[in-house]
């Protein structure tokens, strides 16, 4: 079996996200996937997975779609490791823990652009290299800071250990970086505990699926059901434009054909089968991405 279509995931903590997609595509008979974004292996939340032709589709998922992301995450103060998170070997320990007060008054400096550090366990490249790549073979590089927009950070609550935060932020933000300002802007330091990212380009946790789920419905069923969504799923704001046989199959083999529609990209059918994505330029409609 070889099946198309995206999987909206809710990834396990302790998992690689390509890991997760490679099991999903591997039940489905094919080595083709892709996924919308990466999460740290500790993290879990929404991971859009997609498989065999649908990987054509990605780039005009993230672009129709929010890049807004959404994250919850708690950190600990007073302790920080090479990671930046729980998983990693403690380089600091201090007795320095911020109160309430102050953790709230440093918040609304991180609003809007600011210039952020990725962690050095991170997938940055430099100089050729992923940054945790040269991390793990005991090198040390210099991380060049970056714009990120942080729309908003909310500290939720602590139980003098835990402090939960909620961050709703662009796409290449590091939670764990996050963190680790927080703290310094409060004279200490801090490790993320726990992250979970519930929000990702339109895709909300709310209607993802467990990978262990999965895997029992297809071990029951040998298929995904309605878990696994369309190939065109996520591309509703693009208009549609249905093909006539004899053209589609012209345009299928990267022909040009001639419409009567207004510029700009659309979602070509026929027969009611998505065929790919199409531009049209003075009623010209060539292909973009064929399925």
């Not at 998170?85 to 991180?110: A, H, K, S, Y």
């Not at 939960?164 to 993320?192: E, L, P």
Request: proline letters at 4%; a neutral charge; glycine letters at 12%.
């Amino acid at each position: 079996m070889n099946t198309s279509g995206w999987i909206i995931l809710d990834k396990d903590s302790g998992l690689f996200s390509r890991t997760a997609g490679g099991r999903i595509a591997r039940m489905l008979g094919t080595k083709k996937f892709g996924h919308i974004g990466t999460l740290d292996p500790m993290a879990t939340g929404v991971l859009p997975i997609a498989i065999g032709d649908a990987t054509k589709m990605i780039p005009f998922v993230q672009e129709l779609n929010p890049t807004v992301k959404e994250y919850l995450f708690t950190c600990r103060f007073g302790v920080e490791t090479d990671t930046l998170d729980i998983t990693g070997c403690e380089t600091v320990r201090t007795d320095v823990v911020p109160d309430v007060d102050m953790v709230q008054c440093v918040l609304p400096e991180f609003l809007g652009d600011i210039m952020q550090t990725p962690p050095m366990y991170s997938a940055v490249h430099v100089d050729g290299m992923r940054a945790y790549d040269a991390a793990r073979r005991g090198r040390v590089i210099e991380i060049p800071a970056r714009s990120v927009h942080i729309y908003e950070l909310a500290f939720l609550g602590t139980d003098g250990t835990n402090w939960d935060f909620r961050m709703r932020c662009s796409t290449g933000t590091y939670v764990r970086s996050i963190a680790r300002d927080i703290a310094v802007r409060c004279g200490t330091v801090a490790t993320v505990s726990m992250i979970r990212r519930t929000i990702a380009n339109g895709f909300d946790v709310k209607n993802a699926v467990k990978l262990d789920f999965l895997e029992k419905v297809f071990n029951n069923s040998g298929n995904f059901g309605d878990n696994l969504k369309p190939v065109d799923y996520g591309l509703g704001d693009i208009p549609v434009l249905n093909l006539p046989d004899g053209a589609a199959v012209f345009y299928r083999n990267g022909g040009f054909v001639k419409v009567g529609t207004d510029n700009g990209l659309y979602r070509i059918y026929t027969g009611g089968e998505f065929i790919g994505i199409g531009v049209a330029d003075n009623g010209v409609l060539r292909p973009k991405r064929t399925i």
